[in-house]
């Protein structure tokens, strides 16, 4: 039988006592196991949605292990065009943080994407914050504003540094780690212009022009020096007409270029026009290749990654327009 007395002391039998002190022992254990798993448990994820796969791959690079990351807008999709699911529209409103291109590249998400900015959800256009910076200037068409800021990396290298000072605003316990991983990736994406720049300057200069089936390479071109010439205008949306093609097809046929690129989120129905209308000139023009435009390449490849479909899209066109480049590419990969 326990005994109480006063003054905090606690008395009783032997067996009373020894029974107290193995709970509080048992207690101490418990709450130290507890601290220690505690101390290696991870730091929870907060959740990043992206709309496209070029901006996603900026976030996992500046985020880490700190992010869960999921892009919507798949491989060999594409976002002029894409509508958003009901399945996307939960992701967002789950999203703690929401990084998109913007200038319209996701044309058909913008009211969705307005609404969550409505909700409270911070969301962030990369392009357009590189537009504000006001630093670096953008190509503009009859479409508007040119979106494919990712085909120069130096606009990339922009990007990514908007996408660290975003992610230090949200979560600034770890903003020294944003920065520091943010330049690690801009290191890699100098060593990929660099690569870029060497292995286009070896086209034959009167083959420098990069035909394809919509006009999303306008920022590669004016970066590394090719002309550009897109079937279809900057979105998708536009249609491509007899006379755009029959103007096209004159062209190649003048200035004698070998070979002209679909994409791989673009239909290949009007690349495929320009090659039998050049054949019916008496010329022969082939296929140089698939080309990433608007979306990466598969998930979990080479290909999947920003420096793998650059990597990709500039040595496939440099071998096919006569240039001289590494057959698997910067990194010995593409093509596997």
Avoid at 137 to 157: F, I, N, Q
Wanted: some cysteine.
């Amino acid at each position: 039988m326990i005994q109480k007395t006063y003054g905090g002391r606690i008395s009783g039998t032997v067996a009373a006592r020894g029974g107290w002190l193995k709970a509080v022992c048992a207690l101490v254990v418990l709450t130290c196991a507890s601290c220690a798993r505690a101390d290696e448990a991870p730091a929870p994820r907060y959740e990043v949605v992206a709309t496209v796969g070029m901006v996603a791959d900026i976030v996992r690079n500046v985020a880490g292990e700190r992010a869960n990351v999921v892009n919507i807008v798949g491989e060999g999709v594409d976002p002029h065009l894409y509508t958003p699911t009901r399945r996307d529209v939960v992701l967002l409103r789950r999203a703690d943080i929401i990084f998109y291109n913007g200038l319209l590249l996701e044309g058909r998400m913008g009211d969705v994407l307005r609404r969550m900015e409505r909700r409270g959800t911070p969301a962030v256009a990369v392009a357009e914050a590189v537009k504000a910076a006001g630093d670096y200037p953008l190509l503009e068409e009859e479409d508007g504003l040119d979106p494919h800021l990712w085909m120069d990396v130096g606009a990339w290298k922009r990007a990514t540094r908007v996408v660290a000072a975003r992610l230090a605003e949200f979560d600034p316990d770890h903003a020294d780690a944003y920065a520091a991983s943010a330049e690690r990736y801009i290191a890699e994406l100098s060593a990929l212009d660099e690569y870029v720049r060497g292995i286009v300057a070896t086209i034959p200069k009167d083959r420098r022009i990069l035909v394809t089936a919509h006009d999303a390479f306008g920022y590669f071109g004016r970066a590394y020096g090719i002309e550009v010439r897109g079937i279809q205008g900057m979105s998708t949306d536009s249609e491509a007409g007899v006379r755009d093609i029959e103007n096209l097809i004159r062209l190649i046929v003048d200035r004698d270029i070998p070979a002209v690129f679909i994409e791989t989120s673009v239909s290949d129905r009007n690349v495929r026009a320009l090659v039998e209308g050049a054949r019916a000139r008496g010329h022969t023009l082939r296929i140089g290749g698939e080309l990433f435009s608007d979306a990466m390449g598969k998930t979990g490849t080479y290909e999947g990654t920003y420096i793998g479909m650059i990597d990709h899209n500039a040595t496939t066109i440099v071998r096919a327009l006569g240039g001289e480049a590494p057959e698997r590419g910067m990194r010995g990969k593409p093509g596997r």
